[in-house]
Nanobody, 124 residues
Framework: VQLQASGGGLVQAGGSLRLSCIAS????????MGWFRQAPGKEREFVAA????????YYADSVKGRFTISRDNAKNAVYLQMNSLKPEDTAVYYC??????????????????WGQGTKVTVSS
């Protein structure tokens, strides 16, 4: 599976962005999908994940209520709608896919495939 993330950019605090991640391959619906981010000088952290059908979603406490993850299996796509953005959301955002299911949804090492990252900068 190859993942291509897009949609990052520069936005003012309080603004919104929508990230997209398009996957190659026919087995997209077999993967739990996640978004992670890495801010400068910090470790990569979990942001959100979504189950195979989209019926279950998971969020880091820091983004709960502001970010929404969704997927469209017909388009091999996963999205991250980010609202009420804060300067501390500034990071490179990565989409990732795991075959391990939702049990390890927040654990980066459990993800098998990663996109190249898209940069989000939130100005104050």
């Amino acid at each position: 599976v190859q993942l291509q993330a897009s949609g990052g950019g520069l936005v003012q605090a309080g603004g919104s962005l929508r990230l997209s991640c398009i996957a190659s391959g026919r087995t997209f619906s077999s993967y739990v999908m996640g978004w992670f981010r890495q801010a400068p000088g910090k470790e990569r952290e979990f942001v959100a994940a979504i189950s195979w059908t989209g019926s279950n979603t998971y969020y880091a406490d820091s983004v709960k209520g502001r970010f929404t993850i969704s997927r469209d299996n017909a388009k091999n796509a996963v999205y991250l709608q980010m609202n009420s953005l804060k300067p501390e959301d500034t990071a490179v955002y990565y989409c990732a896919a795991t075959i391990y299911g939702t049990m390890y949804y927040s654990q980066g090492p459990r993800y098998d495939y990663w996109g190249q990252g898209t940069k989000v900068t939130v100005s104050s």
